[in-house]
Protein backbone atom coordinates (compact mmCIF):
# COMPACT_ATOMS: atom_id res chain seq x y z
CA UNK A 1 0.00 0.00 0.00
CA UNK A 2 1.21 3.57 -0.58
CA UNK A 3 -0.44 6.12 1.14
CA UNK A 4 -0.54 9.82 1.31
CA UNK A 5 -1.77 13.19 3.06
CA UNK A 6 -2.95 15.55 0.95
CA UNK A 7 -5.34 18.81 1.10
CA UNK A 8 -8.47 19.05 -1.19
CA UNK A 9 -11.33 21.34 -1.04
CA UNK A 10 -11.47 22.40 2.47
CA UNK A 11 -9.80 19.32 4.22
CA UNK A 12 -6.77 17.44 5.22
CA UNK A 13 -7.40 13.73 3.67
CA UNK A 14 -5.73 10.36 3.97
CA UNK A 15 -5.16 8.76 0.47
CA UNK A 16 -3.86 6.10 -1.22
CA UNK A 17 -2.19 5.61 -5.24
CA UNK A 18 -4.24 5.24 -7.56
CA UNK A 19 -3.78 4.82 -11.55
CA UNK A 20 -5.05 8.07 -12.11
CA UNK A 21 -2.75 9.83 -9.70
CA UNK A 22 -4.37 9.77 -6.00
CA UNK A 23 -7.74 8.45 -4.60
CA UNK A 24 -8.70 9.90 -1.21
CA UNK A 25 -10.37 7.18 1.27
CA UNK A 26 -13.48 8.79 0.76
CA UNK A 27 -13.52 7.21 -3.12
CA UNK A 28 -12.46 10.65 -4.67
CA UNK A 29 -10.28 10.01 -7.72
CA UNK A 30 -7.97 13.12 -8.18
CA UNK A 31 -4.89 14.60 -10.40
CA UNK A 32 -1.10 14.52 -8.64
CA UNK A 33 -1.29 17.85 -9.27
CA UNK A 34 -4.95 18.70 -8.07
CA UNK A 35 -4.29 18.32 -4.61
CA UNK A 36 -1.63 19.80 -2.29
CA UNK A 37 0.79 17.20 -0.64
CA UNK A 38 1.30 17.35 2.56
CA UNK A 39 4.23 14.98 4.22
CA UNK A 40 2.68 11.46 3.89
CA UNK A 41 3.28 10.80 8.44
CA UNK A 42 3.51 13.70 10.91
CA UNK A 43 7.45 12.90 11.75
CA UNK A 44 8.18 12.88 15.49
CA UNK A 45 12.44 12.45 15.73
CA UNK A 46 13.91 12.56 12.70
CA UNK A 47 17.63 11.42 12.62
CA UNK A 48 19.38 11.76 9.26
CA UNK A 49 22.77 10.02 8.82
CA UNK A 50 25.86 11.39 7.23
CA UNK A 51 28.67 10.00 5.35
CA UNK A 52 26.28 6.95 4.92
CA UNK A 53 27.58 5.74 1.35
CA UNK A 54 30.97 5.14 0.07
CA UNK A 55 31.20 7.48 -2.85
CA UNK A 56 29.97 10.12 -1.37
CA UNK A 57 31.93 9.78 2.17
CA UNK A 58 35.20 9.96 -0.38
CA UNK A 59 34.06 13.33 -2.06
CA UNK A 60 33.70 15.13 1.47
CA UNK A 61 36.38 13.12 3.12
CA UNK A 62 39.27 16.10 2.56
CA UNK A 63 37.28 18.40 5.14
CA UNK A 64 36.73 15.97 7.31
CA UNK A 65 38.45 14.28 10.77
CA UNK A 66 36.75 11.41 10.41
CA UNK A 67 36.67 8.47 9.15
CA UNK A 68 33.83 5.93 7.93
CA UNK A 69 35.05 3.40 10.00
CA UNK A 70 33.83 5.43 13.44
CA UNK A 71 30.37 5.29 14.32
CA UNK A 72 27.82 5.95 12.37
CA UNK A 73 27.47 9.31 11.83
CA UNK A 74 24.04 10.95 12.89
CA UNK A 75 22.41 14.11 13.75
CA UNK A 76 18.79 15.11 13.95
CA UNK A 77 16.58 17.64 12.50
CA UNK A 78 12.82 18.89 13.38
CA UNK A 79 9.64 18.28 12.18
CA UNK A 80 9.45 21.92 11.38
CA UNK A 81 11.60 22.07 8.83
CA UNK A 82 9.49 19.30 6.82
CA UNK A 83 7.27 19.97 3.68
CA UNK A 84 5.62 17.32 1.42
CA UNK A 85 6.05 16.37 -2.44
CA UNK A 86 5.25 19.39 -5.10
CA UNK A 87 6.37 21.48 -2.22
CA UNK A 88 9.11 24.64 -2.64
CA UNK A 89 11.76 25.20 -0.66
CA UNK A 90 13.77 28.79 -0.40
CA UNK A 91 16.97 29.35 -1.32
CA UNK A 92 18.30 32.59 0.43
CA UNK A 93 19.91 35.14 -1.98
CA UNK A 94 23.31 35.33 -1.84
CA UNK A 95 24.47 31.94 -1.23
CA UNK A 96 26.40 30.07 -3.45
CA UNK A 97 26.04 26.50 -2.19
CA UNK A 98 22.78 24.93 -1.56
CA UNK A 99 22.19 21.07 -2.74
CA UNK A 100 19.88 18.59 -2.18
CA UNK A 101 20.15 14.60 -0.40
CA UNK A 102 18.02 12.15 -1.90
CA UNK A 103 17.81 9.68 0.77
CA UNK A 104 15.45 6.62 1.48
CA UNK A 105 13.95 7.20 4.77
CA UNK A 106 12.57 4.40 6.77
CA UNK A 107 9.74 4.79 9.48
CA UNK A 108 9.76 3.37 12.23
CA UNK A 109 6.04 1.81 13.48
CA UNK A 110 6.67 0.61 17.24
CA UNK A 111 8.43 1.04 19.89
CA UNK A 112 12.62 -0.55 19.38
CA UNK A 113 14.85 -0.25 22.33
CA UNK A 114 17.50 -2.20 21.97
CA UNK A 115 16.64 -4.30 19.27
CA UNK A 116 19.16 -6.66 17.77
CA UNK A 117 20.05 -6.47 13.68
CA UNK A 118 18.39 -10.13 13.02
CA UNK A 119 15.48 -8.45 15.08
CA UNK A 120 15.57 -4.69 13.43
CA UNK A 121 13.35 -5.11 9.80
CA UNK A 122 10.52 -6.00 12.01
CA UNK A 123 10.44 -2.37 13.70
CA UNK A 124 10.55 -0.54 10.31
CA UNK A 125 6.73 0.55 9.06
CA UNK A 126 7.32 1.38 5.82
CA UNK A 127 9.66 4.28 3.19
CA UNK A 128 9.18 7.44 1.71
CA UNK A 129 11.66 9.28 -0.13
CA UNK A 130 13.61 12.44 2.12
CA UNK A 131 15.75 15.29 0.05
CA UNK A 132 17.12 16.75 2.94
CA UNK A 133 18.54 20.33 1.51
CA UNK A 134 21.74 21.57 2.93
CA UNK A 135 23.27 25.16 2.88
CA UNK A 136 26.85 25.11 2.39
CA UNK A 137 27.46 28.82 3.58
CA UNK A 138 26.19 28.85 6.60
CA UNK A 139 28.35 25.54 8.21
CA UNK A 140 30.14 25.86 11.17
CA UNK A 141 32.09 23.99 13.16
CA UNK A 142 30.31 23.51 16.53
CA UNK A 143 27.45 20.43 16.33
CA UNK A 144 27.99 19.93 12.52
CA UNK A 145 25.87 20.03 10.50
CA UNK A 146 24.67 23.18 12.68
CA UNK A 147 20.73 23.28 12.14
CA UNK A 148 21.24 26.65 10.26
CA UNK A 149 22.98 24.45 7.41
CA UNK A 150 20.59 21.29 7.80
CA UNK A 151 17.28 22.30 9.42
CA UNK A 152 15.85 25.70 8.01
CA UNK A 153 12.34 25.77 7.25
CA UNK A 154 11.42 24.28 3.97
CA UNK A 155 14.44 22.54 3.81
CA UNK A 156 13.31 18.78 4.16
CA UNK A 157 11.50 17.51 1.52
CA UNK A 158 9.74 14.17 2.18
CA UNK A 159 6.81 11.65 -0.04
CA UNK A 160 5.26 11.28 -2.37
CA UNK A 161 3.76 7.80 -0.92
CA UNK A 162 4.05 6.02 2.89
CA UNK A 163 5.27 2.80 1.03
CA UNK A 164 4.34 -0.26 3.52
CA UNK A 165 7.72 -2.31 4.28
CA UNK A 166 5.72 -5.40 3.58
CA UNK A 167 5.26 -4.20 0.23
CA UNK A 168 9.63 -3.58 -0.48
CA UNK A 169 10.59 -6.56 -0.98
CA UNK A 170 14.75 -5.39 -0.45
CA UNK A 171 14.88 -1.97 0.89
CA UNK A 172 18.52 -2.65 0.24
CA UNK A 173 18.41 -3.17 -3.56
CA UNK A 174 16.82 0.54 -4.41
CA UNK A 175 18.11 2.37 -7.21
CA UNK A 176 17.79 6.20 -6.76
CA UNK A 177 18.76 9.37 -8.66
CA UNK A 178 18.62 12.73 -8.20
CA UNK A 179 17.45 14.96 -11.49
CA UNK A 180 17.92 19.05 -11.87
CA UNK A 181 15.67 20.13 -14.38
CA UNK A 182 15.12 16.80 -15.85
CA UNK A 183 19.19 15.96 -16.15
CA UNK A 184 20.45 13.30 -13.82
CA UNK A 185 22.79 14.48 -11.13
CA UNK A 186 23.11 11.97 -8.94
CA UNK A 187 22.71 8.02 -8.74
CA UNK A 188 23.03 5.08 -6.54
CA UNK A 189 21.97 2.60 -4.61
CA UNK A 190 20.90 1.47 -1.54
CA UNK A 191 23.26 -1.69 -1.85
CA UNK A 192 25.80 0.74 -1.05
CA UNK A 193 24.76 1.77 2.32
CA UNK A 194 27.91 1.96 4.86
CA UNK A 195 25.39 1.15 7.58
CA UNK A 196 22.42 -0.54 6.91
CA UNK A 197 18.86 -0.35 7.86
CA UNK A 198 19.15 -2.94 10.25
CA UNK A 199 22.79 -1.90 11.48
CA UNK A 200 21.03 1.45 12.01
CA UNK A 201 18.72 0.44 14.15
CA UNK A 202 20.33 -1.67 16.29
CA UNK A 203 22.74 1.54 16.78
CA UNK A 204 20.23 3.67 17.59
CA UNK A 205 17.70 1.67 19.31
CA UNK A 206 21.34 0.99 21.20
CA UNK A 207 21.36 4.09 23.07
CA UNK A 208 17.98 6.06 22.19
CA UNK A 209 14.44 4.47 22.18
CA UNK A 210 12.60 4.96 18.76
CA UNK A 211 9.02 4.72 18.58
CA UNK A 212 6.11 4.62 15.66
CA UNK A 213 6.63 7.76 13.99
CA UNK A 214 9.98 8.65 14.06
CA UNK A 215 12.30 8.48 10.72
CA UNK A 216 16.02 7.39 10.19
CA UNK A 217 17.18 9.55 6.72
CA UNK A 218 19.91 7.23 6.05
CA UNK A 219 21.95 9.39 4.00
CA UNK A 220 22.53 10.09 0.32
CA UNK A 221 25.48 8.88 -2.13
CA UNK A 222 27.50 10.99 -4.65
CA UNK A 223 26.70 13.82 -6.71
CA UNK A 224 25.08 16.61 -4.98
CA UNK A 225 25.63 19.70 -6.74
CA UNK A 226 24.33 23.31 -6.26
CA UNK A 227 21.10 24.21 -6.67
CA UNK A 228 19.34 27.45 -8.21
CA UNK A 229 16.35 29.82 -7.52
CA UNK A 230 13.82 28.26 -10.17
CA UNK A 231 15.22 24.70 -10.63
CA UNK A 232 12.89 21.50 -10.67
CA UNK A 233 14.37 18.93 -7.97
CA UNK A 234 13.24 15.32 -8.51
CA UNK A 235 14.79 13.24 -5.93
CA UNK A 236 13.78 9.20 -6.87
CA UNK A 237 13.78 6.04 -5.41
CA UNK A 238 12.73 2.95 -7.67
CA UNK A 239 9.63 1.36 -6.05
CA UNK A 240 8.76 4.37 -3.37
CA UNK A 241 8.25 7.12 -5.12
CA UNK A 242 9.49 10.40 -6.95
CA UNK A 243 9.73 13.48 -5.16
CA UNK A 244 9.50 17.10 -6.67
CA UNK A 245 10.66 20.21 -5.25
CA UNK A 246 11.20 23.69 -6.52
CA UNK A 247 13.51 25.86 -5.61
CA UNK A 248 12.28 29.84 -5.08
CA UNK A 249 13.96 32.80 -4.49
CA UNK A 250 13.55 34.94 -0.87
CA UNK A 251 10.85 37.23 -3.12
CA UNK A 252 8.29 34.26 -2.59
CA UNK A 253 8.88 34.46 1.26
CA UNK A 254 8.23 38.88 0.73
CA UNK A 255 12.26 39.13 1.84
CA UNK A 256 13.40 40.65 -1.46
CA UNK B 1 -8.32 18.49 38.65
CA UNK B 2 -6.58 15.99 41.03
CA UNK B 3 -6.39 12.40 40.44
CA UNK B 4 -4.54 9.70 42.68
CA UNK B 5 -0.93 8.76 41.62
CA UNK B 6 -0.32 5.45 39.87
CA UNK B 7 1.74 3.90 37.32
CA UNK B 8 0.64 3.88 34.31
CA UNK B 9 2.91 2.01 31.08
CA UNK B 10 5.58 1.41 33.87
CA UNK B 11 6.03 4.83 34.09
CA UNK B 12 5.29 7.10 37.13
CA UNK B 13 2.86 9.67 36.45
CA UNK B 14 1.35 12.84 37.96
CA UNK B 15 -1.88 13.35 40.22
CA UNK B 16 -2.03 16.92 38.57
CA UNK B 17 -2.78 15.41 35.21
CA UNK B 18 -4.24 19.09 34.37
CA UNK B 19 -1.14 20.30 34.19
CA UNK B 20 1.29 17.93 33.42
CA UNK B 21 0.00 16.39 30.31
CA UNK B 22 0.62 17.87 27.33
CA UNK B 23 -1.22 20.23 26.24
CA UNK B 24 -2.61 21.35 22.23
CA UNK B 25 -1.03 24.46 23.38
CA UNK B 26 1.47 24.92 26.01
CA UNK B 27 -0.36 25.26 29.28
CA UNK B 28 0.86 27.99 30.99
CA UNK B 29 0.60 28.51 35.06
CA UNK B 30 -1.26 31.40 36.61
CA UNK B 31 -0.30 32.26 39.85
CA UNK B 32 -3.42 30.23 41.64
CA UNK B 33 -2.68 27.83 39.57
CA UNK B 34 0.88 27.59 40.53
CA UNK B 35 -0.32 27.27 44.48
CA UNK B 36 -2.18 24.29 43.41
CA UNK B 37 0.48 22.39 41.66
CA UNK B 38 2.57 23.27 44.66
CA UNK B 39 -0.24 21.89 47.01
CA UNK B 40 -0.48 19.03 44.38
CA UNK B 41 3.40 18.34 45.01
CA UNK B 42 3.67 18.12 48.57
CA UNK B 43 0.08 15.95 48.87
CA UNK B 44 1.22 13.43 46.38
CA UNK B 45 4.91 13.44 45.44
CA UNK B 46 6.58 11.49 42.30
CA UNK B 47 6.80 11.82 38.51
CA UNK B 48 5.37 14.81 36.99
CA UNK B 49 5.16 14.56 33.09
CA UNK B 50 7.31 16.84 31.09
CA UNK B 51 4.86 19.90 30.72
CA UNK B 52 5.52 20.92 27.12
CA UNK B 53 4.46 18.51 23.85
CA UNK B 54 6.76 20.43 21.20
CA UNK B 55 10.67 20.16 19.85
CA UNK B 56 13.08 20.88 22.41
CA UNK B 57 16.15 23.06 21.01
CA UNK B 58 19.41 24.01 22.77
CA UNK B 59 21.94 26.62 22.64
CA UNK B 60 25.71 26.19 22.23
CA UNK B 61 28.29 28.52 23.57
CA UNK B 62 25.62 30.89 24.62
CA UNK B 63 27.38 32.18 28.00
CA UNK B 64 29.66 34.15 27.94
CA UNK B 65 32.22 32.43 30.32
CA UNK B 66 31.52 28.74 28.47
CA UNK B 67 32.88 30.43 25.06
CA UNK B 68 35.55 32.31 26.74
CA UNK B 69 36.16 28.83 28.49
CA UNK B 70 37.26 27.85 24.90
CA UNK B 71 39.81 30.47 24.86
CA UNK B 72 42.06 30.57 21.94
CA UNK B 73 40.64 27.34 20.60
CA UNK B 74 37.69 28.43 18.67
CA UNK B 75 40.16 29.39 15.85
CA UNK B 76 42.50 26.43 15.64
CA UNK B 77 41.04 22.87 14.45
CA UNK B 78 38.71 21.66 14.03
CA UNK B 79 36.36 24.87 15.01
CA UNK B 80 38.55 27.05 13.11
CA UNK B 81 36.42 30.50 14.21
CA UNK B 82 34.40 31.71 16.65
CA UNK B 83 30.48 31.01 16.33
CA UNK B 84 28.65 33.42 14.68
CA UNK B 85 24.65 32.09 14.38
CA UNK B 86 23.14 30.80 17.03
CA UNK B 87 24.48 27.51 17.10
CA UNK B 88 21.55 24.53 17.65
CA UNK B 89 20.76 21.36 18.66
CA UNK B 90 17.52 19.04 19.53
CA UNK B 91 17.02 16.86 22.56
CA UNK B 92 14.55 14.16 21.10
CA UNK B 93 11.41 13.06 22.29
CA UNK B 94 12.76 9.93 24.43
CA UNK B 95 15.36 12.65 26.31
CA UNK B 96 12.25 13.79 27.87
CA UNK B 97 11.00 13.09 31.42
CA UNK B 98 9.27 15.48 34.07
CA UNK B 99 9.76 16.93 37.34
CA UNK B 100 11.29 14.26 39.70
CA UNK B 101 11.14 11.39 37.51
CA UNK B 102 14.36 8.88 37.43
CA UNK B 103 16.89 8.73 34.99
CA UNK B 104 19.43 6.09 34.32
CA UNK B 105 22.75 7.12 34.37
CA UNK B 106 24.03 4.67 31.44
CA UNK B 107 26.80 1.93 32.57
CA UNK B 108 29.25 3.06 30.24
CA UNK B 109 29.27 6.25 32.24
CA UNK B 110 30.29 7.28 35.49
CA UNK B 111 28.58 10.58 35.70
CA UNK B 112 26.81 13.04 33.89
CA UNK B 113 27.44 16.45 33.57
CA UNK B 114 24.39 18.89 34.51
CA UNK B 115 23.46 21.47 31.89
CA UNK B 116 21.08 23.98 33.97
CA UNK B 117 19.21 26.03 31.58
CA UNK B 118 16.16 28.38 31.25
CA UNK B 119 13.81 27.02 28.65
CA UNK B 120 11.55 29.48 26.94
CA UNK B 121 8.40 28.15 26.00
CA UNK B 122 7.17 29.53 22.57
CA UNK B 123 3.45 30.42 23.21
CA UNK B 124 2.59 31.31 19.24
CA UNK B 125 4.17 30.30 16.13
CA UNK B 126 7.40 32.55 15.60
CA UNK B 127 8.90 33.11 12.33
CA UNK B 128 11.28 35.76 11.12
CA UNK B 129 9.97 37.81 14.78
CA UNK B 130 11.99 40.80 15.23
CA UNK B 131 14.10 41.72 18.61
CA UNK B 132 11.69 44.01 20.17
CA UNK B 133 8.30 41.79 19.57
CA UNK B 134 10.05 38.87 20.51
CA UNK B 135 8.87 37.88 24.05
CA UNK B 136 5.47 38.63 22.24
CA UNK B 137 5.69 35.05 21.31
CA UNK B 138 6.51 33.51 24.81
CA UNK B 139 4.02 31.43 26.36
CA UNK B 140 6.16 30.84 30.03
CA UNK B 141 9.63 29.98 30.88
CA UNK B 142 10.39 26.09 31.84
CA UNK B 143 13.67 24.62 33.82
CA UNK B 144 15.67 22.13 32.01
CA UNK B 145 18.06 20.05 32.83
CA UNK B 146 20.24 19.02 29.78
CA UNK B 147 22.26 16.32 30.33
CA UNK B 148 25.33 14.90 28.89
CA UNK B 149 27.66 12.30 29.00
CA UNK B 150 30.94 14.75 29.55
CA UNK B 151 32.55 15.19 25.76
CA UNK B 152 35.33 17.58 25.26
CA UNK B 153 34.66 18.21 21.77
CA UNK B 154 32.13 20.67 20.29
CA UNK B 155 32.81 19.72 16.75
CA UNK B 156 30.32 16.59 16.16
CA UNK B 157 29.47 14.91 19.55
CA UNK B 158 27.94 11.43 18.95
CA UNK B 159 24.01 11.39 19.82
CA UNK B 160 24.94 8.90 22.05
CA UNK B 161 26.40 11.74 24.64
CA UNK B 162 23.02 13.54 24.25
CA UNK B 163 20.04 11.65 23.75
CA UNK B 164 20.07 8.58 25.68
CA UNK B 165 16.34 8.15 27.35
CA UNK B 166 15.61 10.64 29.88
CA UNK B 167 18.52 13.11 29.27
CA UNK B 168 16.16 16.23 29.22
CA UNK B 169 14.31 16.84 32.40
CA UNK B 170 11.99 19.66 32.20
CA UNK B 171 9.58 21.58 34.28
CA UNK B 172 7.55 21.06 36.79
CA UNK B 173 5.71 23.22 35.00
CA UNK B 174 5.13 26.44 32.20
CA UNK B 175 5.22 29.63 34.38
CA UNK B 176 3.50 32.31 32.66
CA UNK B 177 5.59 34.95 30.60
CA UNK B 178 3.99 37.78 32.64
CA UNK B 179 4.87 36.22 36.12
CA UNK B 180 8.75 36.20 34.90
CA UNK B 181 9.38 40.21 33.70
CA UNK B 182 12.79 39.60 32.80
CA UNK B 183 14.06 36.21 31.51
CA UNK B 184 17.58 38.15 31.05
CA UNK B 185 17.89 38.75 34.86
CA UNK B 186 17.22 34.82 36.72
CA UNK B 187 19.81 32.89 38.61
CA UNK B 188 20.25 30.07 38.20
CA UNK B 189 21.11 27.44 40.57
CA UNK B 190 22.31 23.33 40.41
CA UNK B 191 22.35 21.67 43.86
CA UNK B 192 23.59 18.18 43.84
CA UNK B 193 22.29 16.16 46.96
CA UNK B 194 21.57 19.63 48.65
CA UNK B 195 24.92 21.18 48.26
CA UNK B 196 25.32 24.10 45.59
CA UNK B 197 27.71 23.37 42.72
CA UNK B 198 26.82 25.76 40.70
CA UNK B 199 25.18 29.32 40.24
CA UNK B 200 25.29 31.35 37.45
CA UNK B 201 22.90 34.30 35.88
CA UNK B 202 21.33 34.37 32.39
CA UNK B 203 22.28 38.38 32.43
CA UNK B 204 25.86 36.66 30.83
CA UNK B 205 24.03 35.34 27.57
CA UNK B 206 25.69 35.89 24.67
CA UNK B 207 22.71 36.42 22.98
CA UNK B 208 19.47 37.61 25.41
CA UNK B 209 16.81 35.65 24.89
CA UNK B 210 14.57 38.17 22.68
CA UNK B 211 17.74 38.31 20.58
CA UNK B 212 18.44 34.83 20.17
CA UNK B 213 14.21 34.39 19.34
CA UNK B 214 14.80 36.75 16.61
CA UNK B 215 18.03 35.37 15.09
CA UNK B 216 17.00 31.31 15.17
CA UNK B 217 13.66 32.47 13.72
CA UNK B 218 15.37 34.22 10.86
CA UNK B 219 16.09 30.87 9.19
CA UNK B 220 13.67 28.28 11.53
CA UNK B 221 10.11 28.66 12.69
CA UNK B 222 9.30 28.01 16.26
CA UNK B 223 5.74 26.25 17.23
CA UNK B 224 3.49 26.37 20.30
CA UNK B 225 5.18 24.15 22.53
CA UNK B 226 8.18 24.15 21.12
CA UNK B 227 11.25 25.34 23.66
CA UNK B 228 14.44 27.25 23.34
CA UNK B 229 16.90 26.27 25.92
CA UNK B 230 18.98 29.96 26.33
CA UNK B 231 22.23 27.98 27.39
CA UNK B 232 24.48 26.61 29.79
CA UNK B 233 27.14 28.70 31.90
CA UNK B 234 30.29 27.32 32.40
CA UNK B 235 31.54 24.71 34.57
CA UNK B 236 28.57 22.22 34.38
CA UNK B 237 28.63 20.05 37.52
CA UNK B 238 28.87 16.21 37.16
CA UNK B 239 26.38 13.98 39.12
CA UNK B 240 26.70 9.98 39.73
CA UNK B 241 23.84 7.35 40.12
CA UNK B 242 22.36 8.12 43.61
CA UNK B 243 22.52 11.85 43.58
CA UNK B 244 19.84 14.06 43.47
CA UNK B 245 19.85 16.66 41.19
CA UNK B 246 18.06 19.81 41.97
CA UNK B 247 17.47 22.98 39.33
CA UNK B 248 16.01 25.82 40.96
CA UNK B 249 15.73 28.99 38.69
CA UNK B 250 14.21 31.97 40.79
CA UNK B 251 10.50 32.59 39.87
CA UNK B 252 10.52 29.93 36.98
CA UNK B 253 10.45 26.83 39.61
CA UNK B 254 12.78 23.66 41.11
CA UNK B 255 13.47 20.74 38.96
CA UNK B 256 14.32 17.98 40.66
CA UNK B 257 16.00 14.59 38.94
CA UNK B 258 17.54 12.06 41.07
CA UNK B 259 19.85 9.70 39.21
CA UNK B 260 19.74 5.97 39.76
CA UNK B 261 21.82 3.04 38.00
CA UNK B 262 21.16 0.47 35.43
CA UNK B 263 18.27 -1.39 36.71
CA UNK B 264 19.01 -5.21 36.02
Known amino acids: ?256 | MFRREGRRGGHLFSVFEALAQPQDRPLAVDAAAAFWAALAEAAAGPGFLPPTHGTVYGTLLNHAETLAALGNAVNAAPYKAPPRAPVLYIKPRNTLVGHRQAVVVPDDAPELEIGATLGVVIGSTACRVGEAQALAFVAGYTVVNDLSIPHASYYRPSLRNKCRDGFCPIGPAVVARKLVPDPDSLTVTVAIDGKVAQRSRTDRLIRPVARLLADVTEFMTLYPGDVLMVGVAAGAPRARAGQRVEISIGGVGRLETPLVKVQR
Not at chain 1, 182 to 197: A, E, H, Y
Request: aromatic fraction near 8%.
Open chain 1, 1 to 256: MKRARVAYAGAVHDAFAHAKGVQLVDGRVLAEDAVVWLPPFEPQTIIALGLNYGEHAKELAKELTISAKDEPLAFLKSPGAVIGHRGQTRRPSGVTYMHYECELAVVIGRTAKNIARADAMGYVAGYTVANDYAIRDYLENYYRPNLRVKNRDTCTVLGPWLVDAADVADPHQLPLRTLVNGTVTQQGNTRDLLNDIPALIEYLSGFMTLSAGDVILTGTPEGVVNVNTGDEVVTEIDGIGRLVNTIVGDEWFGRA
